[in-house]
């Protein structure tokens, strides 16, 4: 204490009557006080020094971080457990409030508070790298989790969706964007300037393809309709109670002759997919 080993702390008896005190009770007294000194010192010591030795104040409580937009979220009507999620998915970087419309906020308040957790968690789990209309993704998820419920089935996390990291080195080698809603994968429309660099293409350029098997997405679909020529884009109709595509797709090519030869390609390599060519 000051400095002093505890050894060295000495009891100061009050003035009253301390010849009263048995010696017995006196020597429990001392090392009462002696017990109590030795805990204050290494609490204070515990306090004010870390790891390194260094004299630090710990801070005794955290206060909770919150974005700039969560009294708006709150004025918007959102309770607050809902609110507090949503502001944990702007903290996480993954979404901001500028990406949301009011629609798809009205949408999330007329949820109640448990459908309204659950819908922002899928929304979080969610790949939301290629999401470019965040709004209404999360609106499609909202959707989603409405007709699962009145199908009576529990809200369970989607079956696996494509590899990511293929998907990603798809994207690098053709320099092609990936547009993901909730019904939807678009890749590219339009592709880039390198690949074609006039203007959209017209009728009998697109293919419709079908018996795509549930589980196949762009790092296996692209590489294989690229051989018969430039894609201007690639739309993969997914499921959004499953979270694998409805087994077919369209195909648009930049010109008729790689649309045509994309049906050739297919029917004399003997493919488990069919085309029909929209003329």
């Given at each position: 204490?000051?400095?002093r080993?505890?050894?060295?702390?000495?009891?100061v008896w009050?003035?009253?009557?301390?010849?009263?005190?048995?010696p017995?009770?006196?020597?429990?007294?001392?090392?009462y006080v002696?017990?109590?000194?030795?805990?204050?010192t290494e609490a204070m010591?515990?306090e004010?020094?870390?790891?390194?030795?260094i004299?630090e104040?710990?801070e005794?409580?955290?206060?909770l971080?919150?974005?700039?937009?969560?009294?708006?979220?709150?004025t918007?009507?959102l309770?607050?457990?809902?609110?507090?999620?949503l502001d944990e998915i702007?903290?996480a970087?993954?979404?901001?409030?500028?990406d949301?419309?009011?629609?798809?906020?009205?949408?999330?308040r007329?949820?109640?508070?448990?459908g309204?957790?659950?819908?922002?968690?899928?929304f979080k789990?969610?790949?939301?790298s290629?999401?470019?209309n965040?709004?209404?993704?999360?609106?499609?998820?909202?959707?989603?989790?409405?007709?699962?419920?009145?199908?009576?089935s529990?809200v369970t996390d989607?079956?696996k969706?494509?590899?990511e990291?293929?998907?990603?080195?798809?994207l690098?080698?053709?320099?092609?964007?990936?547009d993901?809603?909730t019904?939807?994968r678009k890749y590219?429309?339009?592709?880039?300037d390198?690949?074609?660099?006039?203007?959209q293409p017209?009728?009998?350029?697109e293919?419709?393809?079908?018996?795509i098997?549930?589980d196949?997405?762009?790092d296996?679909l692209?590489?294989?309709?690229?051989?018969?020529?430039?894609?201007?884009?690639?739309?993969?109709?997914?499921?959004?109670?499953?979270?694998?595509?409805r087994?077919?797709?369209?195909?648009?090519?930049?010109?008729k002759?790689?649309?045509?030869e994309a049906?050739?390609?297919?029917r004399?390599?003997?493919?488990?997919i069919?085309?029909?060519l929209?003329?």
């Amino acid at each position: 204490v000051g400095g002093r080993p505890v050894s060295a702390v000495r009891p100061v008896w009050c003035s009253w009557q301390p010849a009263a005190l048995p010696p017995r009770v006196l020597t429990r007294l001392y090392v009462y006080v002696c017990t109590r000194v030795q805990m204050t010192t290494e609490a204070m010591a515990t306090e004010q020094m870390n790891g390194n030795g260094i004299e630090e104040s710990i801070e005794t409580s955290t206060a909770l971080v919150r974005s700039e937009h969560y009294q708006t979220l709150l004025t918007a009507g959102l309770p607050r457990k809902v609110a507090d999620k949503l502001d944990e998915i702007y903290l996480a970087g993954l979404v901001s409030h500028s990406d949301l419309d009011e629609r798809a906020l009205d949408a999330l308040r007329e949820f109640n508070e448990e459908g309204a957790l659950s819908v922002l968690q899928q929304f979080k789990e969610s790949d939301l790298s290629h999401v470019q209309n965040k709004s209404a993704f999360l609106c499609g998820v909202m959707k989603t989790y409405r007709q699962r419920e009145k199908q009576g089935s529990k809200v369970t996390d989607a079956n696996k969706g494509p590899d990511e990291t293929k998907i990603k080195a798809l994207l690098e080698r053709t320099g092609y964007t990936l547009d993901v809603t909730t019904g939807q994968r678009k890749y590219g429309g339009p592709p880039p300037d390198a690949v074609h660099s006039g203007p959209q293409p017209n009728s009998g350029t697109e293919i419709f393809v079908g018996k795509i098997p549930r589980d196949l997405f762009e790092d296996e679909l692209v590489p294989l309709f690229e051989k018969a020529g430039p894609i201007w884009d690639l739309r993969l109709m997914m499921d959004p109670l499953t979270g694998l595509n409805r087994g077919y797709a369209f195909v648009t090519f930049c010109s008729k002759d790689s649309a045509q030869e994309a049906v050739k390609l297919v029917r004399f390599c003997n493919c488990y997919i069919y085309y029909n060519l929209f003329l």
